[in-house]
């Protein structure tokens, strides 16, 4: 029996998550954050997948120093813990 090669693609399609609405996107980005980590991801790979939800999902899109500030504050609360 031969096996099929399956090339994956990166998602092109509209998310069918809602967006993040002005007045919740830093608790929401956080609250990311802080599921992120607790499920073992990389200081690197959650930063990234900060910046690509906040692109994607938040309207209008914060900057990337509010990003960062977000990603800063997460990792100083879980190391003081």
Known sequence: ???EE???TPF?????VAGIKEGSRNSTLTSLAGTMRA???TEEG?????LA???A????PL???EIKKIYSLGFQRVSSL
């Open 39 to 41: 499920r073992g991801m």
């Open 46 to 50: 959650i930063y990234t997948a900060l």
């Open 12 to 16: 092109e399609g509209r998310s069918i």
């Open 57 to 60: 999902r938040c309207n209008p």
């Open 6 to 8: 399956v090339l994956l």
């Open 53 to 55: 939800e906040n692109n």
């Open 63 to 65: 900057d990337e120093a």
């Open 1 to 3: 029996m031969e096996r």
